[in-house]
């Protein structure tokens, strides 16, 4: 059995469990104030016949359901946060769950649990388990405490995506909305996976915009000097977009 990770670009991550494909936080279309910055590795039509899709929160660069209804399977379990449903059935999916926190949907040969998050929209994460492996899908969350609750549950996790950015929104006194490397880093200490693949650094929302409304510093570099120092028992990957891991 073999587990494989892809990112597909942003914190929009293939995941491959001996054949079973999970995709996470659908996001294959560009718009004003919404740039990868980075290249986007499959399209809806590139990908493989996928397992399950898992989304976390209602943003555009996390949950394109337009661009993703491209996809041809609309009976692919569509795993979404409670209230994020409606949008992908109204796209013509037709095998949509809503869940909460701590909330199981078992598949053939995965399991996908909703884990907490927060976030400027009601959010959640995943942990996502198959071919022997345990995978926590950090989505765009902040690092809060009830994170604390993932290790709890999920001893054993082979392999963490957790954002890095540290996204803040300048026009709301620079709320943070999403966690930073450092904050990452010492997540890392608390989950202790085996291995961790940073997510959500290269977008951009475009010079101007991103002067008016974002401020952001977090790196993968960033990433990688926090985990050394704070959970050096994580190995971390960091992954362009198309690149392969195994990992396991
Ligand atoms: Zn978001």
């Not at 209804?69 to 946060?81: L, N, R």
């Not at 598949?107 to 649990?113: A, N, Q, S, Y």
């Amino acid at each position: 059995m073999t587990t494989t990770v892809t990112r597909v670009t942003h914190s929009c991550v293939l995941l491959d469990f001996s054949g079973q494909h999970v995709l996470t936080g659908p996001w294959f279309s560009e718009k004003p104030g919404y740039l990868r910055g980075e290249p986007l590795a499959y399209t809806p039509t590139t990908l493989p016949a996928l397992a399950a899709v898992a989304a976390s929160h209602n943003h555009y660069d996390h949950y394109d359901v337009t661009a993703f209804a491209a996809y041809q399977d609309k009976s692919v379990p569509f795993i979404v946060k409670r209230g994020m449903g409606e949008k992908a059935r109204r796209a013509g999916f037709t095998n949509v769950t809503e869940v909460e926190p701590w909330e199981q949907v078992v598949l053939d040969g995965l399991t996908i649990t909703a884990a907490p998050a927060r976030h400027g929209v009601p959010e959640i994460t995943f942990v996502i388990q198959g071919a022997g492996t345990t995978v926590f899908f950090g989505a765009d969350t902040l690092r809060i405490p009830d994170l604390d609750e993932v290790p709890r549950r999920f001893p054993d996790v082979d392999l963490a995506l957790l954002p890095v950015n540290g996204l803040q929104i300048r026009p709301a006194l620079n709320r943070q909305v999403v966690m930073n490397a450092e904050q990452a880093g010492e997540y890392c200490a608390v989950l202790r996976p085996r291995l961790a693949v940073p997510t959500h650094y290269a977008f951009t929302a475009g010079p101007v915009r991103d002067r008016l409304f974002l401020k952001y510093n977090g790196t993968p570099e960033r990433f990688q000097r926090a985990v050394a120092k704070q959970a050096p028992a994580t190995t971390v990957h960091v992954l362009a977009p198309g690149e392969p891991l195994t990992v396991e």
